[in-house]
């Protein structure tokens, strides 16, 4: 597509509940990007794939949450038994991968999640 | 960890008024990069400075660099209401790995 996709738009579950989000990249980008932004926040550096890799996960904030990226394009983040303070927005962001300072990252509309 | 503190956290002015907005940090950064985020949407990158002193103009909005780079800002001359919107400095520590580093942004209103 022509941008970043980013689904569900939105998602409300109850505490406890998991729940998998999903990013599909501007076609070609190797870069993909998750962060978190929540009120008060600002937007925080979850974790980085080059390729399908990720070298560096200690960004995620806890042991509850994972993510993946297969065949270089889809990814997705998983929350396991979801908190309140899971709340947030989450955005994904890729680019194209060439290395050097100053690479465009150009973002999704995010998802939003309730946690009730 | 990379802090950069950004300030003012909201303002809001007059159409016609001048303002800047100043995104300070302790650390280096390899660049910097300004976005504007509406509500429910994405931040989408406004520009990108990578030369410390570096300063990129963008039609009433002009964006300074830091000799150390290490600061940043964005000043709006003349701002108009289609200028309200949320405005985000994000740092770059390297070739990307590392994700970029967020202020807490800036909470701008334009009014009529």
């Known amino acids: 597509g022509a941008g970043v996709s980013q689904s569900p738009s939105n998602k409300v579950t109850e505490k406890g509940k998991d729940v998998e989000l999903r990013c599909d990249p501007i076609s070609g980008h190797t870069a993909l990007y998750w962060y978190r932004q929540s009120l008060g926040q600002g937007l925080e550096f979850l974790i980085y794939f080059q390729g399908n890799s990720a070298p560096d996960k200690s960004g995620l904030p806890s042991d509850r949450f994972s993510a993946e990226r297969t065949g270089g394009s889809v990814s997705t983040l998983t929350i396991q038994r979801t908190q309140q303070e899971d709340s947030a927005v989450y955005l994904c962001a890729s680019s194209s991968g060439v290395w050097g300072p100053g690479q465009p990252q150009h973002f999704g509309d995010g998802t939003r999640l309730s946690i009730l | 960890t990379q802090l950069l503190e950004q300030s003012p956290q909201f303002l809001s002015i007059q159409e016609g008024e001048n303002l800047t907005v100043y995104c300070n940090s302790s650390s280096v950064f390899s660049s910097l990069q300004w976005y504007r985020q509406e509500p429910g949407e994405g931040p989408v990158l406004l520009v990108t400075?990578?030369?410390?002193?570096e300063v990129k103009k963008l039609k009433r909005l002009t964006f300074q660099f830091g000799d150390a780079r290490k600061d940043s800002s964005l000043h709006i001359t003349a701002a108009q209401p289609g200028d309200t919107g949320l405005y985000l400095c994000?740092?770059?520590?390297?070739?990307?790995?590392?994700?970029?580093?967020f202020g807490k942004g800036t909470h701008l209103i334009i009014q009529p």
């Open positions: 400075v990578v030369t410390g002193g």
């Open positions: 994000a740092g770059e520590a390297g070739g990307g790995a590392d994700g970029l580093t």
